[in-house]
């Protein structure tokens, strides 16, 4: 497996844990606005991995289709803070947010080495939908 593979593969694995993240946090938000905002992440997040996954695919190798071990532990953290504080809007964002952290560091770093020019242009624009996601889930917690 290629470098240029194994990096695709780190960021299609940040991609599904950040799908299922949101998801699990539109389980635990009652405000129908963040539930349907937790939602659309949750799809871009799914729409970004089949894209890298495609990537990989036209490169003759096997993509990942499955989040990490770390993700279900965060999502696990997600339904603890959740029950503990009875489903609060300011612990669900920052278990979020926590998340958001892992995967701009994970882009920041992978979008910085020399990748071939298509799969660049894919990762610098998941980059920047990723880091705005990041600084929203971080505005709306401070202001919760």
Request: glycine share 4%; hydrophobic share 40%.
């Amino acid at each position: 497996m290629s470098e240029t593979t194994t990096n695709l593969n780190r960021l299609i694995e940040v991609c599904l844990d950040g799908q299922k993240g949101y998801r699990e946090a539109a389980d635990h938000i009652d405000n129908a606005d963040y539930r349907h905002m937790f939602s659309e992440l949750s799809q871009q997040r799914a729409r970004f991995a089949v894209e890298l996954q495609t990537l990989v695919a036209s490169m003759g190798e096997q993509p990942e289709d499955h989040s990490t071990t770390r993700a279900a532990l965060h999502r696990a953290m997600i339904d603890v803070k959740a029950a503990l504080t009875g489903g609060g809007m300011k612990a669900v964002l920052q278990e979020v947010e926590r998340g958001e952290d892992i995967a701009v560091d994970t882009y920041e770093e992978i979008v910085e080495l020399a990748l071939p020019s298509d799969a660049h242009e894919v990762v610098q624009r998941q980059y920047a939908a990723v880091k705005e996601a990041h600084d929203r889930m971080k505005a709306l917690r401070d202001i919760q």
